[in-house]
T-cell receptor
Framework: GQNIDQPTEMTATEGAIVQINCTYQ??????LFWYQQHAGEAPTFLSY??LDGLEEKGRFSSFLSRSKGYSYLLLKELQMKDSASYLC??????????WGAGTKLIIKP | DVKVTQSSRYLVKRTGEKVFLECVQD?????MFWYRQDPGLGLRLIYF???????EKGDIPEGYSVSREKKERFSLILESASTNQTSMYLC??????????????FGAGTRLSVL
């Protein structure tokens, strides 16, 4: 079966750095997405990785290792507004998105 | 700015009622999707559509149907609502071209309670 694993909840301090991990086992791979979802709102696109390595976009970076079936989202200089759920999703061989359950990130002052 | 609009944020219905959830996108996207989101689970695909009048079953289509009469509108229908269909329903749209990053844009969701 297809499976995406990510931690259920993480807590971090304002101004710090946090890394949210995602491991996957899917039938084929055509890329990995990270989305951010604030409570009661729509998920919004953060990043896309299809090749191994690190993609940096401002305070957010996303890393992919296809051989290990692993990705992480790195958030730097955390702000209170970063409190949200972070969803990992993999595009499988049929170009369907397989979603993880999401990681709820709590930022404390 | 891209926009996906779902007609209702909250709905309360009774068991056995027929329920319509509407979704409209203004980005001229070919692809549209309906998901449900439940605590502790990833988004689960109910139905999707790659073109007008076209529909494909997702992972959990049982108890649902869809309609896509116009490119911008994708409706989810619960023929006879049941309590296990109480959930958050999310609509999304994306461009067709598989050669490029196929970002899905989401509506704010409809929280449906079936009593």
């Amino acid at each position: 079966g297809q499976n995406i694993d990510q931690p259920t909840e993480m807590t971090a301090t304002e101004g710090a750095i946090v890394q949210i991990n995602c491991t996957y086992q899917t039938s084929g791979f055509n890329g990995l997405f990270w989305y951010q979802q604030h409570a009661g709102e729509a998920p919004t696109f953060l990043s896309y990785n299809v090749l191994d390595g690190l993609e940096e976009k401002g305070r957010f970076s996303s890393f992919l290792s296809r051989s290990k079936g692993y990705s992480y989202l790195l958030l730097k200089e955390l702000q209170m507004k970063d409190s949200a759920s972070y969803l990992c999703a993999v595009l499988d061989s049929n170009y369907q998105l397989i979603w993880g359950a999401g990681t709820k990130l709590i930022i404390k002052p | 700015d891209v926009k996906v609009t779902q007609s209702s944020r909250y709905l309360v219905k009774r068991t056995g009622e027929k329920v319509f959830l509407e979704c409209v996108q203004d980005m001229d996207h070919e692809n549209m999707f309906w998901y449900r989101q439940d605590p502790g689970l990833g988004l689960r695909l109910i139905y999707f559509s790659y073109d007008v009048k076209m529909k494909e079953k997702g992972d959990i289509p049982e108890g649902y149907s869809v309609s896509r009469e116009k490119k911008e509108r994708f409706s989810l229908i619960l023929e006879s609502a049941s309590t296990n269909q109480t959930s958050m329903y999310l609509c999304a749209s994306s461009n067709r071209d598989r050669e490029f990053v196929n970002i899905q844009y989401f509506g704010a969701g409809t929280r449906l309670s079936v009593l």
